[in-house]
């Protein structure tokens, strides 16, 4: 079958650093994408990932490893608006589809 | 101000309710899509357009019906929906319908059967 496996909830302090991790299973593999979405908002575009390997943007990083179907997201420096959730999705094998894990609830604190 | 726009935001409809959902994409965006997003669950594709036809239908109940007048406007039209189909429903659009490209959503509709 075809899922994505990421955690539920998290919490980090304000100013700390975070990795939030995203393991796939699928049959076929073009990218992986990571939203952010903060409550009763649109989801936004942070990464798309194709190639083995950290790619950086600002304070948010992502990494993947197709060989071992997994992918981090890395927050630096966090600030309370990073308060969000973070959504990992995979392209398979449909042309048009995305496969979605379930987002992870990241919580900051002061 | 993300480019796509839904309106209502919020709806409380009874399950023998007609309503309907609206979209509205800026971006110039080949593609749209809707999405319904339900708490600790992953994102479910709905249906697909790619310049107003209908490319893909994923076993979605007939309850739930699409129309696409332009490339511009999405609609989600409901009927006689069911206490479960309340959730968060999201239009996407993007530049085309391959898989790999970035999606731009609205901020969704709260929908709430009784």
């Known amino acids: 079958g075809q899922n994505i496996d990421q955690p539920t909830e998290m919490t980090a302090t304000e100013g700390a650093i975070v990795q939030i991790n995203c393991t796939y299973q699928t049959s076929g593999f073009n990218g992986l994408f990571w939203y952010q979405q903060h409550a009763g908002e649109a989801p936004t575009f942070l990464s798309y990932n194709v190639l083995d390997g950290l790619e950086e943007k600002g304070r948010f990083s992502s990494f993947l490893s197709r060989s071992k179907g997994y992918s981090y997201l890395l927050l630096k420096e966090l600030q309370m608006k990073d308060s969000a959730s973070y959504l990992c999705a995979v392209t398979g094998d449909s042309n048009y589809q995305l496969i979605w894990g379930a987002g992870t609830k990241l919580i900051i604190k002061p | 101000e993300t480019g796509v726009t839904q309106t209502p935001r919020h709806l409380v409809m009874g399950m023998t309710n007609k309503k309907s959902l609206k979209c509205e994409q800026h971006?110039?965006?080949?593609?749209m899509y809707w999405y319904k997003q339900s708490a600790k669950k992953p994102l479910e594709l709905m249906f697909v357009y790619s310049l107003e036809e209908r490319v893909e239908n994923n076993s979605v109940p007939s309850r739930f019906s699409p129309e696409c007048p332009n490339s511009s406007h999405l609609f989600l039209h409901l009927h006689t929906l069911q206490p479960e189909d309340s959730a968060l429903y999201l239009c996407?659009?993007?530049?085309?319908?391959?898989?790999?490209?970035?999606?731009?959503f609205g901020q969704g509709t709260r929908l709430t059967v009784v």
């Open positions: 996407a659009s993007s530049p085309r319908t391959a898989v790999n490209t970035e999606a731009f």
């Open positions: 971006l110039g965006h080949n593609a």
